[in-house]
């Protein structure tokens, strides 16, 4: 499986950017898709998540009403919505996927989950 991440880059506060992932290879073993971050300094932490088949999704409590995290199954591609960027929104965003999970421990941290553990390459987002 390999992840392709677009979108990121420097926005003001108060803007919005747009995160998009795609999926290749053996992409059917993958149901539960989501983004993490990494700011300078600070450990890797969970943005949002989504099932694959039914779409469910969590949130960090400091993203929700801003971010919004949707999927195209049938393409195997999910974005992340950011609005109302904040500076504190600032690091490094990596998209992932995995077989299995249940959303909110694997939101809390990445090693909650089956399988192997994918990640895009990651791309900035700067907001000043």
């Known amino acids: 499986v390999q992840l392709v991440e677009s979108g990121g880059g420097l926005v003001q506060a108060g803007g919005s950017l747009n995160l998009s992932c795609a999926a290749t290879?053996?992409?059917?073993?993958?149901?539960?898709m989501g983004w993490f971050r990494q700011a300078p300094g600070k450990e890797r932490e969970g943005v949002a998540v989504i099932t694959r088949i039914h779409g469910g999704t969590e949130y960090a409590d400091s993203v929700k009403g801003r971010f919004i995290i949707s999927r195209d199954s049938s393409k195997m591609t999910w974005s992340l919505q950011m609005n109302n960027l904040k500076p504190e929104d600032t690091a490094m965003y990596y998209c992932a996927a995995v077989t299995g999970c249940s959303l909110t421990p694997w939101l809390r941290d990445p090693g909650n989950k089956s399988g192997p553990m994918n990640w895009g390459q990651g791309t900035q987002v700067t907001v000043s």
């Open positions: 290879g053996k992409t059917n073993v993958l149901n539960c």
